[in-house]
């Protein structure tokens, strides 16, 4: 039986089947882009396992780090009942902001919905109509004390998760883009096409994860720490697709301890 046959991929899932709640701030720091489900698997059994996009800005602090989050390109999680558990106090940056930044971006995504869902162009959409400076200003002069760059940042990132997620609900694509593309407008093809094809552009669900308990293709070298450990590769997984991020996020699961490892390796 194919690989394909004894797995299930689920698209942007609830949070409540990804996460076994520790601190509350779960929802904030980590969003859920994909989980694969095995069934009947000779190694895995009958295990999920779920690829995160982290909160992360760049700047970091001694406090940031801990027995689960060594440094900045490497997080683990305790498996508990095919979910995961991060049993610690989360420290990343301005996160005692988030949740209130999460509600007022969600908000604003929600009056919105017709704006983003319709297709318009870069121009548009930056230049004219200033979307994501807007929004990283009313996240500004809603909360005292969130560093200006960081609830930009903060911004974008939800929109932007929230709307790729809203697309694949209605549309069954992944594309965090939110403009189309006008490289070839008034060359093979007229405007009109690319809006009409806009919704159609992106990755189905079963195409999002590579090299499914394969080998890893490494952006760069390889981890060290794997020497160290013995890891079985699930996958990886392009968190630009999903949301505001240029990493490849590369999962293992290390068998004798049930924990994962999350591996992140930037363009």
């Known amino acids: 039986m194919d690989i394909q046959d004894k797995t299930e991929i689920v698209s942007f899932p609830d949070l409540k089947n990804v996460f076994d ?3 509350g701030r779960e929802k904030y720091v980590f969003l859920p882009l994909a ?3 095995f069934h009947d698997h000779r190694v895995l059994g009958n295990r999920s396992f779920h690829f995160i996009s982290i909160w992360d800005t760049g700047s970091y602090k001694d406090d940031f780090f801990n027995d689960f989050r060594r440094e900045s390109r490497i997080i683990k999680f305790k498996i508990v009942n095919n ?4 049993p610690v106090d989360p ?49 500004d002069n809603s909360i005292g004390g969130f560093d200006r760059g960081d609830s930009g ?7 932007k998760y929230l709307y790729t997620k809203k697309k694949f609900e209605l549309f069954g694509k992944i594309n965090s883009s939110f403009t189309y593309p006008e490289t070839f407008i008034g060359t093979t093809i007229t405007r009109e096409e690319v809006i009409s094809e806009f919704h159609s552009y992106g990755k189905t669900k079963d195409e999002i994860v590579n090299n ?3 080998k890893p293709a490494w ?23 999903f949301t505001d991020g240029s990493a490849e996020i590369y999962l293992f ?15």
């Open 219 to 241: 952006l760069q070298k390889p981890e060290e720490i794997i020497k160290e450990l013995d890891l079985i590769f699930i996958g990886s997984i392009d968190e630009y697709s």
């Open 253 to 267: 699961w290390d068998k004798d301890h049930d924990e994962v490892y999350q591996f992140f390796q930037w363009t």
């Open 35 to 37: 989980s694969v489900s």
């Open 21 to 23: 709640v520790y601190s």
């Open 212 to 214: 499914l308990v394969d």
């Open 83 to 86: 979910k995961y558990l991060y």
């Open 153 to 159: 940042y903060y911004f974008k990132r939800i929109t």
């Open 91 to 139: 420290k990343f940056p301005s996160v005692e902001h988030l949740a209130q930044a999460y509600d007022i971006i969600e908000k604003n995504f929600n009056e919105n919905l017709d704006y983003y869902l319709t297709p318009k162009s870069h121009v548009k959409f930056s230049i004219e109509d200033k979307t994501l400076r807007k929004g990283g200003e009313l996240i």
